[in-house]
Nanobody
Framework: VQLQASGGGLVQAGGSLGLSCAASGSIGSINALGWYRQAPGKRREFVAAIFTGGRTNVTDSVKGRFTISRDMDLQMNSLKPEDTAVYYC????????????????WGQGTLVTVSS
């Protein structure tokens, strides 16, 4: 599976941005799609995922502000400066997991910068 994330950019605090992830290859094997982010000097962290049955999971820090859709778009509203990071989409055959190292394929990342 090959993934390509897009849609990042510069936005003011309180604004919105939508990220997309295009998947190609053996997409029929995918049972979970997710978004992670990595801020400068920090570890890559889970943001949101959609998995079997259309179920979703969103990390607490973005709950109510970020939404993940079935086509892998990540809609980000009410953005805060602390949301600034490189955002990565990922896919997993074995279903949902929050363990970074357990995801099978990763996109190249797209930078989101939120100014205060």
């Amino acid at each position: 599976v090959q993934l390509q994330a897009s849609g990042g950019g510069l936005v003011q605090a309180g604004g919105s941005l939508g990220l997309s992830c295009a998947a190609s290859g053996s997409i029929g094997s995918i049972n979970a799609l997710g978004w992670y982010r990595q801020a400068p000097g920090k570890r890559r962290e889970f943001v949101a995922a959609i998995f079997t049955g259309g179920r979703t999971n969103v990390t607490d820090s973005v709950k109510g502000r970020f939404t993940i859709s079935r086509d892998m778009d990540l809609q980000m509203n009410s953005l805060k400066p602390e949301d600034t990071a490189v955002y990565y989409c990922a896919s997993r055959v074995l279903g949902y997991s929050r363990i970074v190292g357990s995801w099978d394929s990763w996109g190249q990342g797209t930078l989101v910068t939120v100014s205060s």
